[in-house]
């Protein structure tokens, strides 16, 4: 079993930036990879960026260039630096680690982008 939590979301205005962590307890040596997902109203919950326990790292072609997701390992900790924010970027955001073709979400965290 793996507990991920998430803290970090708010409202800030385009063009702002925000910083998402994502800390993971349980059994944490059987994560494969860890990320973020988001979730706006009405819409499916879709790949923001994920990272590999070897460092590979994954971006959506919407957050390319403007998100950066990095990870302590010794925390069992992932984050998320999303700059230059837009109104789109508007969802919820959940964090996941993926075990064993397994999903663990967290409770998910509101970011909210004014225009």
């Known amino acids: 079993q793996v507990q991920v939590v998430e803290s970090g979301g708010g409202l800030v205005q385009a063009g702002g930036s925000l910083r998402l962590s994502c800390s993971a307890s349980?059994?944490?040596?059987?994560?494969?990879?860890m990320g973020w997902y988001r979730q706006a109203p009405g819409k499916q919950r879709d790949l923001v960026a994920v990272i590999t326990s070897g460092g590979t790292i994954t971006y959506a072609g919407s957050v390319q260039g403007r998100f950066t997701i990095s990870r302590n390992n010794a925390r069992n900790t992932v984050y998320l630096q999303m700059d230059s924010l837009k109104p789109e970027d508007t969802a919820v955001y959940y964090c996941?680690?993926?075990?064993?073709?397994?999903?663990?979400w967290g409770q998910g965290t509101q970011v909210t982008v004014s225009s």
């Open positions: 349980g059994s944490v040596f059987s994560i494969t990879r």
């Open positions: 996941d680690a993926y075990v064993s073709a397994r999903h663990y």
